[in-house]
């Protein structure tokens, strides 16, 4: 069984609806972190050796977090630069997160055809995140196309929050038991395009 790091960055808790519905779908899981950025850190005073370590206690480490301004909530860049330090994360000798599996998943207002060349966001959810994929990368970790919650402005149904946050358990569940084909999903464009395709077993 892989463990995994669930770092979950919100900084209105009580007034998320999909990234509540989405986290409470995989709370208690067996093997399963939840590190709460903005309930643990409040005056961004991020514990720096307390991070590198739950990170390398971990086998995979997601970022769930909405999207703002086309980025996580900024308590996510101030970890970034805290936590992967030269040395740990990166450089000769920074080999901490290698081989780790390094995943976001993302709620956003704006739905798919927004994040068009054509779109009012001009740009796709991967463009908008391949700074992800490059810290990725740079720290030698292997990285997935992110899970995806989109069109929230729209208005999501009872119906629809509940379908997402099963698929979320489902990839969650999937990754941790080793029945996720990791090469196929790296094709698609978003790991919960077609989550049958590349889970094992179901
Ligand atoms: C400050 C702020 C910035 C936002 N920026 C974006 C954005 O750049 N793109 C987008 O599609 N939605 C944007 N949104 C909408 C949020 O992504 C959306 O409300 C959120 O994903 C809903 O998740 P929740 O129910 O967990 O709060 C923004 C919302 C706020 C409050």
New binding site residues.
């Given amino acids: 069984m892989k463990k995994i790091l669930i770092i979950f960055a919100?900084p209105a808790r009580t007034?998320?609806?999909?990234?509540?519905a989405l986290r409470a779908a995989v709370e208690g899981l067996e093997n399963v972190t939840i590190n709460d950025l903005y309930a643990n850190y409040p005056d961004f005073l991020i514990d720096i050796k307390r991070e590198q370590s739950l990170c390398e206690e971990h086998d995979v480490i997601i970022f769930q977090h909405?999207?703002?301004?086309?980025s996580p909530p900024s308590i996510v860049k101030e970890w970034l630069d805290l936590v992967l330090e030269h040395g740990w994360a990166y450089g000769s000798k920074g080999k901490a997160l290698e081989g780790k599996l390094f995943l976001q998943a993302i709620?956003?207002?704006?739905d798919d055809s927004t994040y068009q060349k054509d779109g009012c966001n001009i740009f796709t959810i991967r463009e908008l995140t391949s700074p992800y994929c490059a810290m990725a990368n740079l720290c030698n970790m292997n990285w997935l196309p992110p899970f995806t919650v989109l069109g929230?402005h729209q208005g999501l149904s009872e119906e629809e929050v509940e379908f997402h946050a099963k698929e979320y358990r489902r990839m969650v569940t999937a990754l941790r038991d080793d029945r996720l084909d990791i090469e196929k999903a790296k094709q698609g464009q978003y790991l919960n395009s077609d989550l049958d395709s590349i889970i094992r077993g179901t």
Wanted: proline share 6%.
């Fill in positions: 919100h007034r998320s609806k999909i990234n509540s909405p999207f703002y301004w086309y709620s956003a207002g704006g929230i």
